[in-house]
């Protein structure tokens, strides 16, 4: 089965700095996507950026970028000069493909990010 | 506007009762997904169903039932049988191969 872990419970970062968010899997799959999901306090999931495994270029939507280790099994997300509303949960979230159909997202636990004026 | 709505809200019920939560789409989404959201657990899959009147048992199904008789909608039952059924629940929907899923508004459920 496959596995999401995010490390970090908790961050906080200053208005227009940069802050990483780390995410790490475990799955013997070698073709996969990866996303990362924002829920601001209105609690709405929103689709950040998605990664495609078989992709080597990384991710990139206007302020949010992903640093995909695919050895290293580890999807980072980048947010650079960081805005207030940025705060939120961010979560990472693993599927994959099975091309007769739809499969389910697993999720990584979370990231609590305050950005801080 | 398409869109994934899930009514009400806010549910309030009393321990031993069976619950419906709603979720309709119009995005014209194969797929739907219910999700359940607990403090520091992350998002944990209920059920879901690829097709019309096939569904199947996600990580937590045990004490939750659905159906899915027609294309837009995906209504989950938390029955007396759930133990813990207060949490927020959150529905989603995806298109056919594509891979994004598209979360409604979410339930917030109080058992009391």
């Known amino acids: 089965a496959q596995t999401v872990t995010q490390s970090q419970p908790e961050m906080s970062v200053q208005e227009a700095e940069t802050v990483t968010l780390s995410c790490t899997y475990d799955?013997?799959?070698?073709?996969?996507?990866l996303f990362w999901y924002k829920q601001p306090p209105s609690r709405q999931m929103i689709l950040v950026i998605r990664?495609?495994?078989?992709?080597?270029q990384n991710a990139t939507e206007n302020r949010f970028s992903v640093n995909f280790q695919k050895a290293a099994k580890s999807f980072s997300l980048k947010i650079s000069d960081s805005q207030l509303g940025d705060t939120a949960m961010y979560f990472c979230?693993?599927?994959?493909?099975?091309?007769?159909?739809?499969?389910?997202?697993?999720f990584g636990k979370g990231t609590r990010l305050s950005v801080i004026a | 506007d398409g869109g994934i709505t899930q009514s009400p809200k806010y549910l309030f019920r009393k321990e031993g009762q069976n619950v419906t939560l709603s979720c309709e789409q119009n995005?014209?989404?194969?797929?739907m997904y219910w999700y359940r959201q607990d403090p520091g657990q992350g998002l944990r899959l209920i059920y879901y169903?690829?097709?019309?009147?096939?569904?199947q048992k996600g990580d937590i199904a045990e004490g939750y039932s659905v159906s899915r008789e027609k294309k837009e909608s995906f209504p989950l039952t938390v029955t007396s049988a759930q133990k813990n059924p207060t949490a927020f629940y959150l529905c989603?929907?995806?298109?056919?191969?594509?891979?994004?899923?598209?979360f409604g508004p979410g339930t917030r459920l109080t058992v009391t």
């Open positions: 989603a929907s995806s298109m056919g191969l594509a891979l994004e899923q598209y």
């Open positions: 799955t013997s799959e070698n073709n996969y996507y």
């Open positions: 990664q495609e495994a078989y992709k080597q």
């Open positions: 979230a693993f599927m994959k493909p099975r091309y007769s159909g739809n499969t389910p997202l697993v």
């Open positions: 995005l014209n989404h194969d797929a």
């Open positions: 169903s690829q097709i019309v009147n096939d569904f």
